[in-house]
């Protein structure tokens, strides 16, 4: 987190991004000033392995609701979600589309880490609901301070069904039955 560029912090939470592909992964969600931060850290070896920065300005809207998938699709998910939207404008390539690691999808979806419910300290940084309040707030604040041209006067908030667009997914079905995306102790290897 960089001051200058970010601002004060304003709140972090523990959720789990759904990426385009349907793979679950940990992830640190950072709101401040101007930025929210979304940070792959590593719990067993106390590592920050990637941070992806989007202004909250550039978010153009904040979608909660159910998670589906196309109705032919062999990977099967459940509850709710909230999706971020920001670039409205530019679609994401064809190759970007079908890459299941490529970051230049311009939306991430969120959904409540399992560990919510544990204590009652993770119980209060997960709740995607306190997260998508504080987030469209963050938002709202950061057009009226910093809007940006051609923009509307600030992101929609809306409820309605979060498609997955994915059709096999075998790789997010490996990787999600065997929680790939959290650090958790695998014997000696942890990833």
């Not at 998508?132 to 940006?148: E, H, M, S, T």
Request: hydrophobic fraction near 40%; aromatic fraction near 8%.
């Amino acid at each position: 987190m960089d001051p200058q560029v970010d601002g004060e912090l304003q709140s972090s939470w523990l959720v789990t991004e759904v990426d385009h592909w349907n793979q679950e992964g940990e992830r640190i969600a950072a709101i401040t000033e101007r930025s929210l931060l979304i940070c792959k850290y590593d719990f067993m070896m106390l590592s920050l392995q990637s941070c992806r920065r989007i202004p909250l300005n550039y978010i153009d809207s904040l979608v909660h609701g159910t998670l589906t998938l196309p109705p032919h699709s062999v990977s099967r998910r459940e509850g709710q979600g909230l999706r971020v939207h920001w670039d409205k404008l530019r679609e994401a390539p064809f190759t970007s589309r079908w890459n299941p690691w490529s970051n230049d999808i311009p939306y991430t979806t969120f959904i409540e880490h399992p560990v919510k419910g544990a204590t009652e300290m993770f119980t209060s940084k997960c709740q995607l609901e306190m997260f998508q309040a504080q987030l469209a707030a963050a938002v709202q604040r950061a057009y009226g301070v910093d809007p940006v041209p051609g923009r509307a006067n600030g992101a929609l908030i809306l409820n309605r069904p979060i498609v997955i667009d994915t059709y096999v997914g075998l790789i997010s079905l490996i990787s999600n039955q065997n929680k790939l995306g959290y650090s958790l102790a695998r014997g000696s290897v942890g990833f």
